[in-house]
């Protein structure tokens, strides 16, 4: 069965601070994994998009990183601000010619000042 | 990076009326669209599939006649909420799919939120 599972399921840090988000998939045949973030009461935005042969990619303050032999991927996001409060979305999508997309539940994030 | 518009942002309606939302896909054009409700502090659930000129593909679970999906145009889908009842109250957000590249890329309405009372 596809499956995409995010943890932790909600996180609290301090302004400043860093952390990680994880992602663990059973997705197949998998084509690449996107990291979405979503305001509340927004639509999602795309953060990163990482292809199979593609371990480690930045955007700014986020670097996300792909395992494709464990299946597993990771949001690191550097020096938090107020604004990252949101919640993080894992997406896969499919290879193939497969119009599927497998979400993960999400991250809600809170930065506190 | 491409837009997807949705509209209206919010809407309130009495129990038993139904309301449309609107997805546009402003600059390029989407053959297909998907349409996801969210309940707060939940993630996104995906509804159905909207595929231009070809009946959408709901998911399991999902009411075809509760939630009637039209994609006319490569531009245009819309989601008709039919009689709708306090329990439909929920954040709708749809998106649209460009192919090319390593599977192509997915862009995200603003969503439009539905209060029924």
């Known amino acids: 069965k596809n499956q995409v599972e995010q943890s932790p399921q909600s996180l609290i840090i301090l302004e400043g601070k860093n952390c990680t988000l994880q992602c663990n998939y059973t997705v197949s045949p998998f084509s690449n994994l996107r990291w979405y973030k979503q305001d509340t009461g927004r639509g999602p935005v795309s953060l990163t998009i990482m292809t199979f042969s593609e371990n480690t990619k930045s955007n700014g303050r986020y670097t996300a990183t792909l395992d494709a032999d464990t299946k597993q991927s990771s949001l690191h996001i550097t020096a938090s601000q107020l604004s990252d409060s949101a919640s993080y979305i894992c997406v896969v999508f499919l290879s193939g010619g497969y119009n599927k997309l497998i979400f993960g539940a999400g991250t809600r994030l809170a930065v506190h000042p | 990076g491409a837009v997807v518009s949705q509209h209206p942002s919010w809407v309130i309606c009495k129990s038993g009326t139904s309301v449309k939302i609107e997805c546009r896909s402003l600059?390029?054009?989407?053959?297909?669209m998907f349409w996801y409700r969210q309940f707060p502090k939940q993630s996104l659930m995906l509804m159905a599939t909207?595929?231009?000129?070809?009946?959408?593909?709901?998911e399991q679970g999902v009411e075809k006649d509760k939630f009637l999906i039209n994609h006319a145009s490569l531009t245009l889908s819309t989601l008709t909420v039919t009689s709708a009842h306090p329990e439909d109250s929920s954040f709708y957000i749809c998106s649209a799919r460009v192919w090319g590249g390593e599977a192509g890329e997915l862009f995200f309405g603003e969503g439009s939120r539905l209060t029924v009372l």
């Open positions: 909207s595929n231009e000129g070809s009946k959408a593909t709901y």
């Open positions: 600059d390029f054009q989407a053959t297909t």
